[in-house]
């Protein structure tokens, strides 16, 4: 089967600028989750999904995050505007089965904000 | 609320030896689920091993096993006889049984020498 499809793979922006990526999870997963993941550290919940509704966002920064699942397949982390701190990988992951919990992870966007 | 302590940023071990990674967990609750990932360099997150904790038996996937130790919410990652290709990021995860999110470790880096 096909894995979690990501892009693009790498983006380098300046401070202020507007960024999207682009996530594609494997078919008939339900949950989908968007992390971020700073250098040295481990993956971060920005955002997680079930169907197209929103299950816990309580981490994202709202003032400049957003993020959208339409009908309940892809979807799209868009950051606007920019800053230093976003410089990461952000990464997108799904589950069959959110009661079983295992994420099959895509192989992240690397976002270098200048 | 729930952390993940990952105490060793760095681990070494020769192939063909054996290599316990750590992991130690905060929670309230008492049933929840524990995972192992592995993030091999410029590729993506995969699923190790998982562990619900009302089981007492300790899973083991071919070379990979973990102790879990529910009292003194502790997790270890057991690798036995080392290869090359076992080189990558190790994270450690949690997830309540009754919530949404999984919470990451900061992860421990193995280095396998041939």
């Known amino acids: 089967e096909a894995g979690v499809a990501q892009s693009p793979r790498y983006k380098i922006i300046e401070k202020r600028q507007s960024v999207a990526f682009w996530c594609n999870p494997i078919?008939?997963?339900?949950?989908l989750y968007w992390y971020q993941q700073i250098l040295g550290q481990g993956p971060k919940l920005l955002i997680q999904?079930?169907?197209?509704?929103?299950?816990?966002d309580s981490q994202l920064p709202k003032d400049r995050f957003s993020a959208e699942r339409l009908k309940g397949v892809d979807s799209t982390l868009k950051i606007q505007p920019a800053k230093l701190e976003d410089s990461a990988v952000y990464l997108c992951?799904?589950?069959?089965?959110?009661?079983?919990?295992?994420?099959?992870f895509g192989p992240g966007t690397r976002l270098l904000v200048l | 609320a729930q952390t993940v302590t990952q105490s060793q940023p760095e681990m070494s071990v020769q192939e063909a030896e054996t290599v316990t990674l750590s992991c130690t967990y905060d929670?309230?609750?008492?049933?929840?689920?524990l995972f192992w990932y592995k993030q091999p360099p410029s590729r993506q997150m995969i699923l190790v091993i998982r562990?619900?904790?009302?089981?007492?038996q300790n899973a083991t996937e071919n070379r990979f096993s973990v102790n879990f130790q529910k009292a003194a919410k502790s997790f270890s990652l057991k690798i036995s006889d080392s290869q090359l290709g076992d080189a990558a990021m190790y994270f450690c995860?949690?997830?309540?049984?009754?919530?949404?999110?999984?919470?990451f470790g900061a992860g421990t880096r193995l280095f396998v020498k041939a």
């Open positions: 995860a949690y997830r309540s049984a009754r919530g949404f999110k999984t919470i």
């Open positions: 999904f079930q169907n197209n509704g929103v299950v816990d």
């Open positions: 078919s008939g997963h339900a949950t």
């Open positions: 562990q619900e904790a009302y089981k007492q």
């Open positions: 992951a799904s589950s069959l089965d959110p009661g079983l919990a295992v994420h099959f």
């Open positions: 929670t309230s609750e008492s049933d929840y689920y």
